[in-house]
T-cell receptor, first 115, second 117 residues
Framework: DAKTTQPTSMDCAEGRAANLPCNHSTISGNEYVYWYRQIHSQGPQYIIHGLKNNETNEMASLIITEDRKSSTLILPHATLRDTAVYYCIVRVGKNSGGSNYKLTFGKGTLLTVNP | DTAVSQTPKYLVTQMGNDKSIKCEQNLGHDTMYWYKQDSKKFLKIMFSYNNKELIINETVPNRFSPKSPDKAHLNLHINSLELGDSAVYFC????????????????FGEGSRLTVL
């Protein structure tokens, strides 16, 4: 799986949009971009994933650049409960021909939402 | 209803003891995982089972023995506990671990914090 690079930490004001960047310059054509988060003392939680197109769900939006070498997770209106470590992960997807769906977590970005 | 549940949530034990952590999922998934998160917060996969068959073993010491009696359960037994085994162990499940799965996102339990004294 391709390696990702994320800032160690970021701050965001409550109610504002939080934009979390991720670089994955060695991503392959069949690799998806996944985002998870881990709130303190809890298990990681799936947020969103995408391949080429931008994606949006009830939690966040995922913007993937045209060359797919980087992406941004957007939390449109951050709340205090969004304070967590956010992990950007790239891995092969459903047509991987035998993928074992191993998710490799990096260090992630600690997002702190301030009142 | 808890989707992925682990027991116990906390476990404190002495070096050399043997202990088990249990995991159950009620999501109907056929792939389950054990991850270890150490004191530096790195989250590393240990094992993965698909339909009760071991498909990932990430060079974990053989003191760790996972057992999957059925698709909904994946237990972790640890023999001769060492100080370095102290960590939070997370169980997870997904719809399928093999080619053909729709999305593959993992659902994690709340973790079991193991402290070895």
């Amino acid at each position: 799986d391709a390696k990702t690079t994320q800032p160690t930490s970021m701050d965001c004001a409550e109610g504002r949009a939080a934009n979390l960047p991720c670089n994955h310059s060695t991503i392959s054509g069949n690799e998806y971009v996944y985002w998870y988060r881990q709130i303190h003392s809890q298990g990681p939680q799936y947020i969103i994933h995408g391949l080429k197109n931008n994606e949006t769900n009830e939690m966040a939006s995922l913007i993937i650049t045209e060359d797919r070498k980087s992406s941004t997770l957007i939390l449109p209106h951050a709340t205090l409960r969004d304070t967590a470590v956010y992990y950007c992960i790239v891995r092969v997807g459903k047509n991987s021909g035998g993928s074992n769906y191993k998710l490799t977590f990096g260090k992630g970005t600690l997002l702190t939402v301030n009142p | 209803d808890t989707a992925v549940s682990q027991t116990p949530k906390y476990l404190v034990t002495q070096m050399g003891n043997d202990k088990s952590i249990k995991c159950e999922q009620n999501l109907g998934h056929d792939t389950m995982y054990w991850y270890k998160q150490d004191s530096k917060k790195f989250l590393k996969i240990m094992f993965s089972y698909n339909n009760k068959e071991l498909i990932i073993n990430e060079t974990v010491p053989n003191r760790f023995s996972p057992k999957s009696p059925d698709k909904a359960h994946l237990n972790l037994h640890i023999n001769s506990l060492e100080l370095g085994d102290s960590a939070v162990y997370f169980c997870a499940s997904s719809r399928s671990g093999l080619a053909g799965a729709v999305t593959g996102e993992l659902f994690f339990g709340e973790g079991s914090r193991l402290t070895v004294l």
